[in-house]
């Protein structure tokens, strides 16, 4: 078999051992890099499933090739420098909650701005049957105004789950269809630096490795039709969830913003819900811009 001088195995969290072995088998050396504060593999077999509680396919999580070679590979190299985020503001959550403040952060050259930073957009719609129509008319009407506005920004959604997902998707497509600067703006980035950059509507589990110059982000959830908000929140109730919501909120390079119908006064999660709690916090620093230390959190 042909012996590499050098394998690479990057974002390392989502590639399982087993579809890693053959290569490092026949590799003289090896370098793995990849981040494990983000998703590890996960497995989308959908499911057949009547229970609306279940906002997301059944994700079964695996081991990862980082998370042996964490136990097994010396030296290890902890990358600091965050380049991503243009403007502080971006990436000082997920510093604070998820990375210890251990990330190097670029001074940003100017304040927050409609153009920069993090911004809250409270929205009254209600949660039923896995979608929330208001808050998906909410977003639609944004991503529009947002691609007739800045036509030269690239631009992604990303919602809390699957269902959401397709409707709020089918609503641009229909709004593509009728208006030229919608269609214009989805064509242009298309092609725009080999469709990198392209226009994208997903769920939440979908989105590692993406980067966009301005991500919408949209909770989905809220108070049923007769006014009651159960704390069901599907994939970040799980396990993972933190690793999600740290995946979520590092996806901009220059602007998040982030559309809730969950009423903040009704919103108590368990305190061994980490997942539910860190989308609080998120949902108050978006609001105040603040950090602070609203609570204590096991990082386990």
């Not at 499911?47 to 079964?60: M, N, Y």
């Not at 129509?133 to 990303?158: C, D, N, W, Y």
């Not at 933190?242 to 119908?261: G, P």
Request: glycine share 6%.
């Amino acid at each position: 078999a042909e012996i590499f001088d050098l394998v690479i195995i990057d974002e390392a969290s989502q590639m399982t051992p087993e579809n890693s072995i053959s290569a490092l088998m026949r590799a003289r050396s090896a370098l793995i890099s990849g981040d494990t504060n983000q998703l590890p593999p996960t497995n989308f077999w959908r499911i057949a499933s009547t229970d609306e509680d279940e906002d997301e396919d059944v994700a079964t999580t695996e081991e990862s090739i980082l998370e042996i070679a964490n136990a097994s590979f010396n030296p290890k190299h902890r990358l600091q420098w965050h380049y991503r985020s243009k403007h502080e503001e971006l990436i000082a959550f997920s510093n604070h909650y998820v990375y210890d403040s251990d990330l190097v952060i670029f001074p940003s050259p100017s304040e927050a701005s409609d153009t920069l930073g993090v911004s809250l957009v409270p929205v009254n719609g209600t949660f039923q049957r896995r979608i929330n129509p208001a808050e998906a008319q909410v977003m639609a009407q944004h991503i529009v105004r947002f691609m007739k506005e800045h036509p030269t920004r690239s631009l992604g959604v990303v919602v809390m789950n699957q269902p959401q997902s397709e409707h709020l998707e089918a609503m641009i497509a229909r709004e593509a269809d009728g208006d030229r600067d919608v269609s214009d703006y989805i064509e242009r980035w298309d092609s725009e630096q080999e469709g990198l950059q392209r226009f994208f509507v997903k769920n939440l589990e979908n989105v590692q490795g993406d980067e966009r110059d301005v991500i919408f982000i949209g909770t989905v959830y809220g108070r049923d039709p007769q006014g009651k908000f159960a704390h069901s929140f599907g994939p970040i109730n799980r396990a993972q969830g933190i690793r999600r919501l740290n995946v979520l909120f590092s996806r901009a390079k220059e602007q998040m913003v982030t559309f809730t119908s969950i009423p903040m006064e009704m919103f108590q999660p368990n305190e061994t819900n980490q997942g539910a709690t860190l989308l609080k916090f998120w949902l108050q620093y978006c609001a105040t811009k603040k950090l602070g230390e609203v609570g204590a959190r096991d990082r386990g």
